[in-house]
């Protein structure tokens, strides 16, 4: 069992930055964020292989930095140039199984473990 927990998250500005992290109760190397708006499917925006580093969706790409902290194994998604759009229910993900090829191909349906949820709203 893999215990996520993510803080950060509230509202933003557009043009605003908001920063979000996710801590594993143990060591895993593939973890990712998704992000679900209102009315809308499950989205994966970036994963993180440990080693090999981040991979991104054509959406965030470019605004959105993944970290990864080598003392907790903490993910941070720091996210700047928010837009209207990035408005949505931001979760964290994680998976011991895969390697790094296929760390960047999991979705949603792939993953065991998830974080409660934290929301982002971005809004003038």
């Known amino acids: 069992q893999v215990q996520l927990e993510e803080s950060g998250g509230g509202s933003a500005q557009p043009g605003g930055s908001l920063r979000l992290s996710c801590t594993p109760s143990r060591g895993i190397l593939c973890m990712a964020w998704f992000r679900q708006g209102p009315g809308q499917g499950r989205e994966g925006i970036a994963h993180f292989y440990l080693g090999r580093g981040p991979d991104y969706a054509d959406s965030v790409k470019g605004r959105f930095t993944l970290s990864r902290d080598s003392t907790k194994g903490t993910l941070h998604l720091q996210m700047n140039s928010l837009k209207d759009d990035d408005t949505a229910m931001y979760y964290c993900?994680?998976?011991?199984?895969?390697?790094?090829?296929?760390?960047?191909?999991?979705?949603?349906?792939?993953?065991?473990?998830w974080g409660r949820g934290t929301q982002v709203t971005v809004s003038s």
């Open positions: 993900a994680a998976d011991p199984r895969p390697g790094a090829t296929e760390c960047y191909r999991r979705d949603s349906g792939d993953f065991p473990y």
